[in-house]
């Protein structure tokens, strides 16, 4: 055993009782055990279960050698390493809250404490003078908590909350009648928020009527969504004027993709063949890249937004940014700057602030790379194709989709798609649909 407060100057004068779990059948709770010890001052507890136990017994394993004078033999025996708390009144032990302090539960007088609250307002008593219970006669007098004392000679005397707090009222320490009376005006004081607390609610709905207040919540989410959209223009008489070209790309921005951009907007088919084979753009780009316009103007411009549309996807794959340049030299410094500030958030890690890429900041970039592929594919676009670049599930991006307020839809009639009815297609038309908060509550499986 290891004490967690110091070191024992008299290892000897100390007595332990060790506790195994009823069930030995199941997997796990057979090995489950409890140590308990008492000195003149504290009670101390040990478990090898639990959120606080030591690790070092799951990486290494320990042996106790017994050594036979007499013959000169030693005999190895397995061993856990035990980290034995004090145990102190009104604390906790192993996540259960104490339900008696040391002194406060009446026993009878020829009888000694071996222990303290274990589980469910138990004590373990021994008797002083008489002779020590069988294993037998224990197991019947121990109370249905599902631990065995792994040697005869101790019994449980159960005691519930309200017997030991009247016993605590006549027999308690000053310091115990304290924590009672302090316990029992924070459960008063409790009881009075939770109804103050209930009243309030009751007068705000009553005012203002469940409907008002569920549209409410749902405008503060609307609110809390817009915030990672491109500027929505509602009041827009255009599918081009919702989301402005202008507000995913400014003139300067613009004019800054007209070189790195030269490069797709002269591709030529076999170039574009050879570039599905090494997927050196994503599905997207490689797809648009054959039906770029003959005319020089709409070739160019369609180059440059399928450019910047494929710097954005590659940049969703990031984690953590560790270099100044991350898409490379290539990449204008003008273009760099705005995926760091816009698509970005920091973080402080390892002392130095870094720019992290969080789930937040993806759905950001999935928006406006939605928003995108709309200017590029006449207001109508392949969720699944943007999906599967992005690297998302189906759910989440058709949630983006719908809070840019896209009808969706399968894709029917659209070249290449016939005969493929799991993609789904993203239209952007006129009037708007009224947006509503995303399905995002879903319930999440409950983890053992």
């Not at 103050?196 to 409907?211: E, L, M, Q, Y």
């Not at 997207?284 to 103007?297: G, Q």
């Not at 659209?414 to 006129?430: A, C, R, V």
Request: charged share 25%; proline share 5%.
């Amino acid at each position: 055993v290891r004490f967690a407060n110091g070191r024992l100057q008299r290892p000897e004068s100390l007595r332990f009782t060790a506790y195994r779990h009823r069930d030995t059948a199941h997997p796990r709770k057979r090995h489950r055990r409890i140590l308990v010890s008492e000195t003149e001052r504290l009670c101390y507890v040990g478990h090898n279960f639990g959120s606080e136990v030591m690790k070092c017994n799951s990486l290494c394993r320990y042996f106790v050698g017994v050594l036979d004078k007499n013959s000169g033999q030693m005999e190895v025996y397995n061993a856990e390493i035990f980290n034995m708390q004090p145990l102190l009144s009104g604390g906790r032990c192993w996540g259960s809250q104490l339900l008696c302090p040391s002194d406060s539960c009446l026993a009878p007088s020829a009888w000694r404490r071996r222990g303290r609250c274990l589980s469910g307002g138990c004590e373990v008593w021994c008797p002083a003078g008489a002779a020590s219970p069988s294993a037998q006669e224990a197991a019947q007098l121990l109370p249905d908590s599902g631990w065995d004392l792994c040697s005869p000679g101790c019994l449980n005397v159960c005691f519930s909350p309200v017997q030991l707090d009247l016993c605590i009222e006549a027999f308690g320490t000053s310091k115990q009648k304290r924590a009672l009376s302090s316990r029992r005006m924070n459960a008063v004081g409790n009881d009075l928020v939770s109804t103050a607390v209930t009243k309030a609610a009751a007068n705000v709905i009553g005012a203002k009527g469940v409907t008002a207040l569920m549209q409410d919540m749902a405008q503060d989410d609307v609110q809390n969504i817009s915030a990672f959209l491109p500027p929505c223009h509602e009041d827009a008489d255009r599918p081009e004027h919702v989301y402005k070209f202008e507000d995913i790309l400014s003139p300067a921005e613009y004019e800054a993709l007209r070189v790195p951009a030269a490069a797709l907007a002269g591709v030529t088919t076999k170039e574009t063949a050879k570039g599905a084979e090494e997927s050196s753009h994503c599905s997207f780009v490689l797809e648009e890249l054959k039906f770029l316009p003959t005319d020089e103007r709409n070739r160019d411009h369609k180059a440059r937004c399928l450019w910047f549309l494929d710097t954005l996807i590659r940049f969703s794959h990031l984690k953590v940014i560790k270099k100044k340049n991350p898409m490379g030299p290539e990449c204008p410094h003008i273009i760099s700057r705005k995926l760091m500030k816009n698509f970005t958030s920091l973080t402080y890690n390892n002392g130095s602030i870094q720019n992290l890429i969080s789930a937040s900041m993806k759905a950001k970039i999935t928006a406006y790379v939605i928003a995108l592929a709309l200017h590029i594919n006449n207001f109508q676009t392949d969720l699944t194709v943007l999906q599967n670049d992005l690297k998302l599930s189906e759910s989440r991006i058709l949630d983006i989709a719908k809070a840019l307020r896209l009808r969706v839809s399968k894709a029917k009639g659209m070249p290449g798609l016939e005969n493929d009815q799991s993609h789904k297609l993203g239209t952007l038309s006129l009037p708007l649909p009224a947006q509503k908060a995303p399905e995002g509550q879903r319930k999440r499986k409950k983890m053992n």
